[in-house]
C-alpha cells in the first residue's frame, strides 16, 4: 500500500554502562540566582570580581532579621491599650468658706 510506513532500523549502538555517580546531599552555599549570575559575569568578562556590596548585605540581612524578631514578639503578644484614666480637677467653692472674722 501507497500510505504503509517503511520501518528504518537504527544501526545497533554501542551499549554504554551507566557510570556512578556521585550526589552531594551537603546544601549548597549560594541560591541559584547567584549562581546563575557568577556564572554570567566569569563568561561575560573573563573574571569574578568580589563582590563590594557584601557587607552592605550582611547589615542589611541582620536588620531585617532584628525587624522580623520584633514583629513576631508584637504577633505573639495580646494587645489590650491602656485604660482611659480621666484627670481629676480640683475646684475650690468659695461660698462654702466661712469667714474668720465672723467666728466666735
Known sequence: RFDDVVRVVPPPAEIKKRQLVELDDNKAQQGLGEVYESEYVQQATGFTA????EPL???AKALFQAL?????????????????????EVRF???LCIPSGTHS
Do not use: G, M, W
Request: proline letters at 10%.
Open 50 to 53: 568580589p563582590d563590594k556590596q
Open 57 to 59: 548585605r550582611a547589615q
Open 68 to 88: 522580623c524578631a520584633k514583629l513576631d514578639a508584637l504577633s505573639s503578644f495580646i494587645y489590650t491599650p491602656k485604660p482611659v484614666i480621666q484627670e481629676l
Open 93 to 95: 467653692n468659695h461660698a
